[in-house]
Nanobody
Framework: EVQLVESGGGLVQTGESLRLSCAASGLTFDNYAIGWFRQAPGKEREGVSCISSSDGIPYYAGSVKGRFTISSDNAKNTVYLQMNSLRPEDTAVYYC??????????????WGQGTQVTVSS
């Protein structure tokens, strides 16, 4: 039912920016959260950012605060992640996620296929 398609990943140098997009379909519930996880090679997945449809208050992992900004365009059913001042440690596969439990949790209900972000030094 719910499908998430990420785009916008790529290869950039340290200090540059990328904007990730997540196009959502089948998302008909009113109370949900949508955001981003990432997974670097050999590491566990970690939450990066999310925003709830109910209050619109964004969450950011400490490592990305001040550098990343999450936003949404409800008319286009799309959520974005603007990533500025990228660092090599940001290199990972980034996954769009949806949580139907009404809040951002550590266990999202739906995952996209992922988009690769590589930051070279």
């Amino acid at each position: 039912e719910v499908q998430l398609v990420e785009s916008g990943g790529g290869l950039v140098q340290t200090g540059e920016s990328l904007r990730l997009s997540c196009a959502a379909s089948g998302l008909t519930f009113d109370n949900y959260a949508i955001g981003w996880f990432r997974q670097a090679p050999g590491k566990e997945r970690e939450g990066v950012s999310c925003i709830s449809s109910s209050d619109g208050i964004p969450y950011y992992a400490g490592s990305v605060k001040g550098r990343f900004t999450i936003s949404s365009d409800n008319a286009k059913n799309t959520v974005y992640l603007q990533m500025n001042s990228l660092r090599p440690e940001d290199t990972a596969v980034y996954y769009c996620v949806v949580d139907l439990k009404g809040a951002c949790t550590r266990r999202p209900d739906y995952w996209g296929q992922g988009t690769q972000v590589t930051v070279s030094s």
